[in-house]
């Protein structure tokens, strides 16, 4: 990475970070993935139940398998028969480990779901949440944020898991109501009424899709 878009990374993050402050969530800004993790790990007490929803992210800096290696109670939901008893179990977590489809650079979060697990979990249920946010998802205005969301990272998150939609053949949303859509439900996160439980740190990498 050059160093003018490091530094127009450092500069935006600061505008991101002063809208998220605005709207009762706090972030933070790291440098690295290194940076990122120990962040995260100084977020999270020890003992702390843990889970996650499609944080590619989170995997990506490395932070979900200090998780599950550190003094931390990981709730895997993968590992549950009953998925509705994993379900609940999720949403009483101290930290849910979230990832963003995009956001805007004054801080409002978007994301789309299908099943609405992670969307559900990050607007209510969980503790605390923590999104561990790459600046190429940082768009300029909602607009952008929301197109970025059905035009990237949709259709990536359809062709990952193998789904039936028109963006997994195309690339682009079709705005389809196709039985496999995974864009069931949108979650505009723009404000938080409880101090202390939503928080962003703002990686200075490409991270996720
Ligand atoms: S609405 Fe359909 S085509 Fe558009 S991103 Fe969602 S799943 Fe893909």
């Not at 450092?10 to 800004?29: C, D, F, P, W």
């Not at 398998?65 to 549950?80: E, H, L, P």
């Not at 607009?143 to 970025?148: E, L, N």
């Not at 996160?189 to 439980?197: E, K």
Request: aromatic fraction near 6%; charge should be neutral; glycine fraction near 8%.
């Amino acid at each position: 990475m050059s160093e003018m878009i490091v530094k127009r990374n450092a500069l935006l993050a600061q505008k991101v970070i002063k809208g998220l402050e605005s709207r009762n969530m706090a972030g933070y800004y790291a440098a690295t993935k290194e940076d990122a993790l120990q962040k995260a790990l100084e977020l999270i007490p020890a003992g702390s139940s843990v889970t996650m929803g499609g944080a590619m992210s989170a995997i990506e800096i490395g932070l979900v398998d200090a998780v599950k290696a550190g003094d931390y109670r990981f709730i895997d939901r993968d590992a549950y028969a009953d998925k509705r008893a994993a379900m609940l179990e999720a949403y009483d977590a101290d930290w849910f480990l979230a990832g963003a489809n995009a956001m805007t650079d004054d801080g409002v979060i978007v994301n789309i779901d299908g099943n609405a697990n992670r969307v559900s979990a990050i607007a209510q249920g969980p503790k605390h949440v923590l999104f561990i946010v790459g600046m190429n998802k940082i768009c300029p205005d909602p607009d952008t944020a929301m197109k970025r969301a059905r035009n990237v990272a949709a259709p990536v998150n359809a062709q990952r898991f193998g789904l039936s939609t028109p963006c997994a053949r195309t690339g682009k949303c079709m705005d389809c109501k196709s039985p496999d859509t995974i864009c069931c439900q949108f979650l505009i996160t723009r404000f938080s009424r409880h101090p202390g439980r939503v928080h962003v740190i703002l990686v200075n990498e490409d991270l996720g899709f």
